[in-house]
């Protein structure tokens, strides 16, 4: 029997508050919620912590939500991202989806949308994890 | 930008209407002037050639009839001595023989002594004992071997003129003498036909008429002193002159060693008639010629003005929607900045009131009596962020660069799509939705998603119009572009979609704006303004045009015109 693993968002947005606001009731939901104001300080916060997925806001200031995603993916490629947009239109989240993202929010996205999204990613990921897990189980059964 | 006025027109009509006659009328005078001048020079000219010519050939007839005359008689007293001449039958042989030669010109001939006594003659007159020795001719002919005397009346007291011919010198002198008559010698002058007004005459030096002229002046009477100015001159003279206020034209030339003038005249008006003719033809062909110049200018002008009417309206037109178009892009891209920006702020005020939602779940704070309050005040600040989010969505899909995806479309099935969704609706609201589709409507290129919006949308506006119930007509034809015509299906022809509601109508300040973004009549929170904003957009974007025309209490009808072809 496995453990259960428990979900690590990662929130990335240059709204303060927002991120305050959000990562509380991510936790009051019971994630394991952290947040990076921009692009950069969530690269190096993947440097020292596991997430599983990340809520990445694609209009910020310095490197921006796409770019921060292409450097997540090459990286982490496991790593489950879900573009939060501004824009009510598909373009930036199509953009997103071609360079790897999971899925796509617009804002103002409610809490109960992004840990639907987050779940689903989430689920994704982990039987993502478990097919890599069962590929590897066969080629060590043949060795 | 405003259409140019009718005083503008009126001014450029007349400016065009001035510089094309000017254009076309400065030429025609030039060339035709041109032409005139060359020709009535040549004709001038002409007429001087003819008129010499003439004088210099009866000048020479004259002449040779003079010079033949005396030649002859010169002969005959170098043939003939006095004693044989002297014989009245020698004489008639010699006259007859000379009256054959020259035409019956000579009337009579004779033989004078040196004392002036005719000793012989031959005529009809009875002159045989006549004496001239106080005669003029008599004394001239004593001094000259040859004598050609002038017109004169003599004995016989008829017009004639006489050659005498001496021969022998001093005391035992004789001479020949032949009379002319002056009628039968003018008929060499007079017979000349030059033109109605041509005639020839000869006059001495003393301005006596030696000849008839043939339009007043007889023989022997005195041409008028003002008339003449008898100079001696070499050759020939050519000029003009008045007579009785008529102009003349004259040439002349001496004759008889300078004591005969030959006149040849014309009148200016007769000599220059077919000149004249010409340029009376002329003058009426350029008048004609003007009059058509004015006329094809007014009615070409009048085309060239109503095209640049036209053009100057279709231009207007161009300007407005280009107007139009600017202001929707420059709304879009601002509201779209806008939109975006609000989004994050929204995004913090939904995530706060849902933390204090979650923050209330606590059964405490349910005990509290405030809570229903507080609870309900939370759903409401969810429920305009909501709406706020719509209309940045709205927004923000305004702003959209859409791509087109063009396919071949059929306007019939795309609008019967679009109504079978709102045909229920409708029904229940107690409007008729009526078709009036063209027969044969030709497929177009255009795209399909777009133009289903665009429809769906312009339904929905009739449908709101038509809260009481009413009609709706929904229609099509083909609209050329050339020449009006229903039924010419080339590819310049437009597809035309007409929604028409017979709703409450527009009112003329509301239909100016109704394209405009944000602009709406409706209730707040029931529309944001920018439904038909985007359907001008789309329809630009496809290349076609649309536009309401509305009455208050009539209702509304919304065009589209969309090319068969997308460009």
Known sequence: MVAMVKMRIMLVDDEERFLQTSQKMLIKHGYDAMVASSGEECLVKLEQELVHVIILDVKMPGMGGIETLKQIKQKYPMIEVIMLTGHGTAESAVEGLKSGATDYLTKPANIEDIVAKAEEAFSRHLALEEKIRLVEAIKQAHI | ?567
């Open chain 2, 1 to 567: 930008m405003t259409t140019p006025s009718k005083k503008s027109y009126t001014n450029l009509r007349r400016h065009i209407i001035i510089t094309l006659c000017i254009a076309a009328i400065i030429p025609v005078i030039f060339i035709g002037g041109g032409v005139y001048f060359e020709y009535r020079k040549s004709m001038t000219a002409k007429i001087k050639n003819q008129l010499t010519s003439i004088v210099m050939h009866h000048k020479e007839s004259i002449e040779r009839f003079l010079h033949e005359a005396s030649a002859a008689m010169r002969l005959v007293v170098e043939l003939k001595s006095f004693e044989e001449i002297s014989q009245q039958n020698t004489l008639q042989l010699i006259f007859k023989t000379l009256q054959i030669e020259y035409n019956h010109a000579f009337e009579d001939i004779g033989i004078i002594d040196h004392k002036g006594n005719h000793v012989a003659y031959v005529g009809t007159h009875d002159l045989q004992t006549r004496n001239y020795s106080s005669s003029i001719w008599f004394k001239e002919a004593m001094e000259k071997q040859i004598y050609i005397s002038d017109v004169f009346l003599g004995y016989r007291n008829i017009p004639h003129f006489i050659i005498a011919v001496r021969q022998g010198k001093g005391e035992s002198f004789w001479i020949l003498r032949a009379t002319i008559n002056a009628y039968t010698f003018g008929h060499l002058v007079e017979n000349i036909r030059l033109g109605r007004t041509g005639e020839a005459f000869i006059i001495n030096t003393d301005g006596i008429y030696q000849t008839r002229a043939r339009f007043g002046g007889n023989v022997m009477e005195t041409v008028d002193s003002n008339f003449l100015n008898i100079e001696h001159f070499d050759d020939l003279r050519l000029w003009e002159t008045e007579k009785n206020e008529v102009k003349l034209i004259r040439a002349k030339a001496w004759l008889k060693n300078n004591t005969w003038l030959l006149i040849v005249q014309q009148e200016v008006d007769d000599a220059f008639s077919e000149l004249f003719n010409t340029r009376n033809r002329a003058i009426i062909l350029f008048i004609f010629g003007i009059i058509l110049v004015g006329v094809v200018t007014f009615l070409t002008t009048e085309l060239l003005i109503k095209r640049i009417e036209k053009a100057d309206k279709e231009k207007e037109l161009l300007d407005e929607q280009l107007i139009q178009s600017q202001k929707i892009a420059s709304i879009g891209e601002f509201s779209a900045g806008i939109a975006h920006e609000i989004n994050n702020p929204l995004a913090v005020i939904n995530v706060e009131a849902e933390l204090i939602q979650t923050l209330f779940k606590r059964e405490d704070y349910k005990k509290e009596s405030e809570f229903d309050d507080i609870d309900d005040s939370l759903r409401e600040i969810k429920k305009q962020v909501n709406r706020c989010k719509e209309i940045t969505h709205k927004l923000l899909n305004f702003a959209r660069k859409m791509d087109s995806v063009i396919l071949e479309v059929n306007m019939h099935n795309l609008i019967d799509e679009v109504v079978a969704m709102r045909e229920r609706e409708a029904s229940f609201m107690n409007i008729a939705i009526l078709k009036e589709y063209q027969a044969e409507l030709p497929l177009i290129f255009s795209d399909p998603s777009l133009l289903r919006q665009v429809i769906l949308n312009l339904i929905n506006n009739a449908i709101d119009a038509l809260a009481k119930g009413g009609e709706l007509v929904i229609g099509t034809r083909i609209e050329s572009v050339k020449n009006g015509s229903q039924k010419n299906n080339s590819q310049n022809d437009t597809v035309v979609i007409f929604i028409k509601d017979s709703g409450m109508g527009i009112p003329e300040d509301n239909l100016k704006k109704i394209f405009d973004p944000f602009f709406t009549t409706k209730p707040p929170g029931k529309g944001t303004g920018l439904g038909l904003s985007i359907c001008h957009g789309i329809i630009q974007k496809l290349g076609g045009s649309i536009f309401a025309e509305s009455e208050v209490g009539k209702g509304t009808i919304f065009t589209i015109k969309l090319p068969i072809e997308y460009k």
